[in-house]
């Protein structure tokens, strides 16, 4: 479906990155893998990926730094795919949120989308190329949640972003969408699971559907707009969240 497709994948060595940039390559794409980790610690991640494109290649790259951003995106032949997945999450109570956390939060989740994403923007209009960009989002960008509130901002932050780039980038033929998963047993989500128990107490409450969703599920959601199928689908937010962005009643 996605043969001949060069790919870009940013926070590719996380849980959702990797299975973005595995479903890719599974699809035909060649993957370009970036991360802030360094290659000797992101072997398996790179491996697992390497099993459906042997080519794949992976950079350390820190998506706050531009004019890394910019060397990296100016050094790739082609580019027709790009998935702006990297970010953070550290939960605090709004009224301890640290300056740093809340600039840590903006700098990496939303300013490092406009970094990739303007950077790979242009390249696809100088090589005329109709290309698609992905955001990662999150079903938390438009309902509060407690604790995350540098977070939930950011993610409402990334679906403005996506919305203005869809506009202005149609011009050009250029599909711009963003997924927004739900809570997702891996990733983020699956560390504030693990470490975080008021975190899971929420959790066990909120999902319709009941269990928390898979990187496969949301990797899968990445080919679909990677793909023909949403040839005419541009500044959408797909929400993957098992309902639990429905209003939840006490039964």
């Known amino acids: 479906m996605l043969e001949g497709k060069t790919a870009l994948v940013t926070g590719a060595a996380g849980d959702l990155g990797n299975a973005m940039a595995m479903h890719l390559a599974k699809n035909g794409a060649s993957v370009i893998m970036w991360d802030v980790k360094p290659v000797d610690g992101a072997g398996d991640r790179i491996a697992t990926v390497q099993e459906f494109d042997s080519t794949v290649t992976y950079q350390q790259i820190d998506v706050r730094d531009r004019s890394a951003v910019d060397d990296a995106i100016a050094s790739i032949d082609t580019l027709d795919i790009v998935c702006s997945n990297a970010g953070i ?139 023909p199928q949403t040839a005419y689908m541009t500044g959408s937010i797909l929400t993957l969240d098992g309902g639990c962005s429905l209003f939840q009643f006490d039964e």
């Open 89 to 227: 999450v550290d939960a605090q109570p709004f009224l301890e949120v640290t300056q740093e956390n809340w600039q840590n939060h903006l700098d990496i989740n939303l300013t490092g989308c406009f970094n990739v994403c303007q950077s790979a923007a242009r390249k696809m209009v100088a090589d005329e190329t109709q290309g698609r960009i992905i955001l990662t989002s999150s079903w938390v960008s438009s309902i509060p949640w407690p604790e995350i509130t540098p977070y939930t901002v950011s993610k409402a932050g990334v679906n403005m972003l996506t919305k203005q780039m869809a506009r202005e980038l149609s011009t050009y033929g250029i599909r711009v969408n963003a997924i927004a998963p739900g809570i997702v047993k891996a990733g983020l989500a699956g560390r504030q699971l693990r470490e975080e128990p008021q975190y899971a107490a929420r959790v066990a409450k909120v999902i319709p559907l009941g269990d928390p969703g898979t990187p496969t599920e949301i990797a899968e959601a990445v080919v679909y707009l990677a793909s």
